[in-house]
Structures are given as structure tokens and as C-alpha cells.
């Protein structure tokens, strides 16, 4: 499956956690050394950026649904309300990617609601199992990777989607074995595609 960025905007530069050993992929961008991440880092926080002091709890108060936060600066939840996609954006969210299609109830009005309210949003479509490619991962890899730590949230309809996407991140792309990248799923919401989840690492990297 192909994301055609003219639909799927990707968002302006979004993490700084990975580690330093991860050997570059064919033909992926170069990415910056640790220490490069960590002074852009220092920068934004000098700048006094907003962020959410907390923001699983802000985000609980305000009803979105099946919040967690597996990972620094990811938050992940089931489909928020435009409302409440405001009141985030008030509180210091500015990222935020969706794995649902544009065509499902609820979703869709985010292509131009966020970019036209100065937040950057990414659509990565997965409609199931058959969607759970290297390419879609690595795709939301990319996206988390351009994160810079600013606070990011992730979402499908009930955040088993999510959970799928971040466990293969994790084993394809991060170096974690099979159990932690499965229990790392399931605290981001793996539900229904574990057993295609399971499948997949069960072939190896």
C-alpha cells in the first residue's frame, strides 16, 4: 500500500530517542546523530514551547477514549472529537496522526481542520491486517522519528490499530524481541490483530 503524500500530508518536523547504533535503511534520509536531537531538544525547551504537563491525564479529563502513553511523547487513544482535538491543541499538542480511513465514521474532517489551525497531521490508512506492512510501519516510523519529542497523538477507532503498528515498530525497526514488542502493543491498545500481530513476528525480521 502506497501513502500518496498529496492526500496524506506529512507533518513538519515531529523524536529524539532512538538508538545511536541503528544502521541507516536503503533509502532512507540520513538521520541526525544523538547529540544533533538532543541540542534540538534543549532548543525547544528554551524557545518555551507549550507542552501538556500531563498529557494522559489532560487528555482523560477531556473524555478521549483508551489514552496511554507507551512511549516518551506518544500518547495513544481511540478517535478524539473535533472538540476535543481543540482543546488539545490549547493545552500544547501540535502532532497528530491518524490510522484510520478518511472514509470511516468520525474520521476525515482532519485533512483540513488541523493544518488550517496550525497543527501538523499525518493519515496513515489501516484497514485491517492486510495493511500491516513495512511500509505503512515504516512510514509511522518516520513520522514519530521527525517527532523531535514534541508530544504526538496517535490514534485509530479504538487504538488496536495503534497498538499493531508500534508493536512491528518496535521489532522491525527498534531491536526488541518478539515478547517486549508484543507487550509494548498491547499497553498502546493490541486487541483484535494480535493473532496477524503474532503472525508477523513469528517470521522474523
Same mark, same amino acid.
Given at each position: 500500500?502506497?501513502? @500518496?503524500?498529496?492526500?496524506?500530508? !506529512? *507533518?513538519? %518536523?515531529?523524536?529524539?530517542? +532512538?538508538?545511536?547504533?541503528? *544502521? *541507516?535503511?536503503?533509502?532512507?534520509? *540520513?538521520?541526525? =546523530? !544523538?547529540?544533533?536531537?538532543?541540542?534540538?531538544?534543549?532548543?525547544?525547551?528554551?524557545?518555551?514551547?507549550?507542552?501538556?504537563?500531563? %498529557?494522559?491525564?489532560?487528555?482523560?479529563?477531556?473524555?478521549?477514549?483508551? /489514552?496511554?502513553?507507551?512511549?516518551?511523547?506518544?500518547?495513544?487513544?481511540?478517535?478524539?472529537?473535533?472538540?476535543?482535538?481543540?482543546?488539545?491543541?490549547?493545552?500544547?499538542?501540535?502532532?497528530?496522526?491518524?490510522?484510520?480511513?478518511?472514509?470511516?465514521?468520525?474520521?476525515?474532517?482532519? +485533512?483540513?481542520?488541523?493544518?488550517?489551525?496550525? =497543527?501538523?497531521?499525518?493519515?496513515?490508512?489501516? =484497514?485491517?491486517?492486510?495493511?500491516?506492512?513495512?511500509?505503512? /510501519?515504516?512510514?509511522? @516510523?518516520?513520522?514519530? @522519528?521527525?517527532?523531535?519529542?514534541?508530544?504526538?497523538?496517535?490514534?485509530?477507532?479504538?487504538?488496536? !490499530?495503534?497498538?499493531?503498528?508500534?508493536?512491528?515498530?518496535?521489532?522491525?525497526?527498534?531491536?526488541?524481541?518478539?515478547?517486549?514488542?508484543?507487550?509494548?502493543? !498491547?499497553?498502546?491498545?493490541?486487541?483484535?490483530? +494480535?493473532?496477524? /500481530?503474532?503472525?508477523?513476528?513469528?517470521?522474523?525480521?
Amino acid at each position: 500500500m502506497t501513502i @500518496d503524500p498529496a492526500i496524506h500530508p !506529512r *507533518p513538519l %518536523p515531529l523524536r529524539a530517542d +532512538e538508538p545511536a547504533s541503528r *544502521p *541507516p535503511r536503503p533509502g532512507r534520509r *540520513p538521520r541526525r =546523530s !544523538r547529540r544533533a536531537r538532543l541540542t534540538a531538544g534543549l532548543l525547544l525547551l528554551a524557545a518555551c514551547t507549550a507542552a501538556p504537563a500531563d %498529557p494522559v491525564a489532560e487528555a482523560t479529563e477531556l473524555g478521549v477514549p483508551r /489514552v496511554a502513553a507507551p512511549l516518551p511523547g506518544v500518547i495513544t487513544a481511540a478517535q478524539p472529537s473535533q472538540a476535543q482535538v481543540d482543546e488539545l491543541r490549547s493545552r500544547g499538542y501540535r502532532n497528530f496522526i491518524s490510522l484510520r480511513l478518511p472514509t470511516e465514521s468520525g474520521a476525515g474532517w482532519e +485533512e483540513t481542520h488541523l493544518p488550517a489551525a496550525g =497543527s501538523n497531521f499525518a493519515r496513515i490508512p489501516i =484497514s485491517g491486517a492486510d495493511d500491516l506492512t513495512r511500509e505503512n /510501519v515504516e512510514a509511522l @516510523d518516520d513520522l514519530l @522519528d521527525d517527532a523531535e519529542g514534541e508530544t504526538t497523538l496517535l490514534y485509530c477507532a479504538s487504538s488496536n !490499530r495503534v497498538g499493531a503498528l508500534l508493536a512491528l515498530r518496535a521489532f522491525w525497526f527498534e531491536g526488541a524481541d518478539a515478547d517486549a514488542a508484543l507487550a509494548l502493543g !498491547r499497553e498502546a491498545g493490541l486487541m483484535g490483530l +494480535e493473532p496477524a /500481530v503474532r503472525e508477523i513476528l513469528a517470521e522474523g525480521r
